[in-house]
């Protein structure tokens, strides 16, 4: 099993402790884990977990009911803003991660949206606490943009940082494959963080094949 599938398994199992200010949330210790830095979403219920790496918390919440939600990322522990960020997203918010992983000492939020539907589409809203002062956000480009590794995808999209990167993983599809039964293996993405024109970037490093 990979580090990524090993995650996510241990993720599904996680339970949501109640958000705070004052509270990190530590979903992953029921896991097994003593891993406080990642939250997943209990299925039909509104998304609250407040995650922390570095002195700096992050408070996510989501309403999670219907196809639109509204997301709201509150930030504590910035020299300068911490203004909360407060959008509307095309899906469901199925988990939120902590990371720093150009190791600057300035911690990312990631949060994973899930689109509704059968195909499961996933996206991501995350932000870097910019030398620690403020947030700046980080952009990740769709699967579409890259025709080589959009061959074969149709969606049902997996997220989670593993050694150091950041992995989106799926299925594949080959002609003639129903929407839920992939015969073409996963493609993996791995990215790198790296500076944007306005802000950052998840720059794809590699691609592994399984």
Request: proline share 7%; aromatic share 6%.
């Amino acid at each position: 099993m990979t580090k990524l599938a090993l995650a996510l398994a241990l993720a599904c199992c996680a339970v949501l402790l109640p958000g705070g200010p004052d509270v990190a949330a530590q979903p992953a210790a029921q896991a097994g884990t003593s891993d406080p830095r990642r939250a997943v979403a209990v299925p039909g219920k509104p998304f609250d977990a407040t995650l922390a790496l570095e002195g700096i918390r992050f408070r996510v919440t989501a309403t999670n009911e219907g196809s639109i939600n509204r997301l709201r990322i509150a930030p504590s522990g910035l020299e300068v803003d911490n203004r909360a960020i407060e959008k509307e997203i095309d899906g469901s918010v199925s988990a939120a991660e902590v990371a720093d992983l150009n190791a600057d000492g300035s911690p990312e939020i990631y949060v994973y949206v899930t689109s509704a539907g059968s195909g499961s589409y996933g996206s991501i809203v995350a932000f870097s606490a910019n030398r620690r002062k403020s947030l700046s956000g980080i952009y990740l480009p769709p699967v579409a943009d890259n025709p080589t590794v959009a061959k074969g995808y149709m969606g049902h999209d997996e997220f989670a940082v593993v050694d150091g990167a950041f992995v989106q993983r799926f299925p594949l599809y080959r002609d003639g494959d129903a929407n839920g039964k992939p015969t073409g293996g996963t493609r993996e993405l791995r990215y790198k963080l790296v500076p944007g024109e306005a802000g950052w970037q998840l720059r794809l490093d590699r691609t592994v094949e399984r």
